[in-house]
């Protein structure tokens, strides 16, 4: 039987005798408490068709300076390794934690605010909630550095959804535009320290959307490596924030011959701007020794690493194509993200459930198609003849872009995104007809 609660926070379990499905020990049940003042009380009534020492049922009651009575009935659950949560607002409620039956080997399944969850076999597909729908953003604060291409558009979401929003970026045009929005605007050079005294500690939410502004391996160093240590110290010195997000790359995978890659792919031996970019990265997959993951100024943070980035007012694959010719090889695949759908990722994370954490996602759309039919289908389109492919690498760079196809599941499955492009044809069919 477990029960949890974070300190100053109470949490109470009663346990009425259920057992497993084999007759075995009394089925577990506990509750976190998440919020200061809340007090929630789980009474784990009815536990039965699940096997003994694999039956962990968590309800995570929110609430603020409140009290939530929990009923749990887990009366569909099958054996196999698997833990469940259900995430609730406020209130008391009577749970149906487990409805969801596996019929296969493995059951993993997180369900926030009482969305539907589907168990379709092997996985498990969650319905997410509208988070705005639930005010969960409204009046939250959020800084955003690197307020361009990617974080810019994060930015005026922001503010949108009534969000307090501090951007920082070295372009004082955007920065102006940006203020006119109604964003504090400040510009500066991310990795300088200059700005730290700006800036209030403390922040919600906090995106490292940085690109490196040209100047090579130079600026790759100075805006990755340099600017994650400025924000890693602003936040140290100014408090500790709460989730932050860095917008990192896929160009880390060295993966050829068109294998698909998850998170989990080695990284080594990509070339010297691969190696910064995950010495940018290495801050917080790997903290330093004293103290660990508890030596971060975050609460928790997410990298996502983006595939290439297109979308309104980046055209640049149509431009090569215009011209005629293209960099690279057409049999090799060609992972693309459109803009929109990396914000989405980015308000995905920032909006996780609070027992998700840490974690490293591929941010790419379903297509994975192949780059000369992606040509092909704009050559005809805008009615040019298909480009030739050079086979020879893009511009500054060393090698050809390998083949291979980056796999999204993680994304989908663990914070619920979905693309809104899901493949080139959609995104690009947009910007062709606007």
């Known amino acids: 039987m477990r029960g949890v609660a974070p300190a100053g926070e109470h949490t109470g379990v009663v346990q009425h005798g259920g057992c497993g499905a084999d007759g075995g020990e009394p089925a577990a049940g506990g509750v976190l408490s998440l919020h200061e003042g809340t007090h929630a009380w789980v009474g784990a009534q009815v536990f039965h068709a699940r096997a003994a020492g694999e039956k962990n049922a968590v309800e995570v009651a929110h609430q603020h300076g409140g009290e939530g009575g929990v009923g749990m009935h887990c009366d569909a659950a099958a054996a196999g390794d698997m833990d469940l949560f259900v995430e609730r607002g406020s209130g008391n409620f009577d749970a149906g934690t487990a ?83 109604g964003a504090e605007a400040i510009v500066a050079d991310l990795a300088d320290d200059g700005w730290h005294g700006r800036i209030a500690g403390g922040a919600d939410f906090v995106t490292n959307c940085v690109s490196a502004g040209g100047g090579g391996l130079e600026g790759y160093r100075r805006s990755y490596v340099e600017g994650m240590a400025s924000i890693l110290a602003w936040a140290r010195a100014s408090g500790t924030v709460g989730t932050l997000v860095y917008t990192s790359s896929t160009s880390v995978y060295p993966q050829d011959g068109g294998v698909t890659v998850e998170e989990t792919a080695p990284t080594e031996g990509a070339g010297e701007r691969v190696r910064l970019l995950l ?148 995104g690009y069919a947009e910007i062709i007809s606007g």
Not at 286 to 291: F, I, L, R, S, Y
Not at 339 to 367: C, M, Q, Y
């Open 99 to 181: 409805e969801q039956v596996d019929r296969r080997d493995c059951f993993n399944l997180l369900k926030i605010f009482g969305n539907d969850c589907e168990n379709g076999g092997h996985d498990c597909i969650i319905a997410v909630m509208d988070l705005d729908a639930h005010g969960f953003f409204r009046g939250k604060r959020l800084v955003v550095f690197g307020a361009g291409y990617v974080g810019g558009e994060l930015a005026r979401q922001a503010l949108a959804r009534g969000m307090q929003v501090t951007t920082l970026t070295r372009n004082a045009e955007r920065a102006a535009a940006l203020a006119t929005h």
């Open 279 to 426: 010495e940018a990265e290495r801050p917080l997959r790997a903290p330093e020794k004293a103290g660990g993951a508890a030596n971060l100024p975050c609460q928790r943070w997410f990298i996502l690493r983006l595939a290439g980035i297109y979308g309104p007012g980046r055209h640049h694959l149509l431009e090569q194509v215009r011209a005629g010719e293209m960099a690279g090889r057409g049999d090799y695949h060609l992972n693309l993200i459109h803009r929109d759908d990396i914000v989405a990722a980015v308000w995905a994370a920032l909006g996780a459930p609070p027992l998700v954490a840490n974690e490293v996602f591929n941010v790419s759309d379903d297509g994975a198609a192949l780059k000369g039919e992606i040509t092909a289908w704009l050559a005809a389109r805008i009615g040019v003849p298909a480009p030739r492919f050079t086979g020879e690498p893009v511009a500054g760079r060393r090698t050809v872009t390998p083949d291979r196809i980056i796999a999204n599941a993680k994304l989908k499955t663990l914070l619920g995104w979905q693309p809104h492009y899901p493949s080139f044809r959609e």
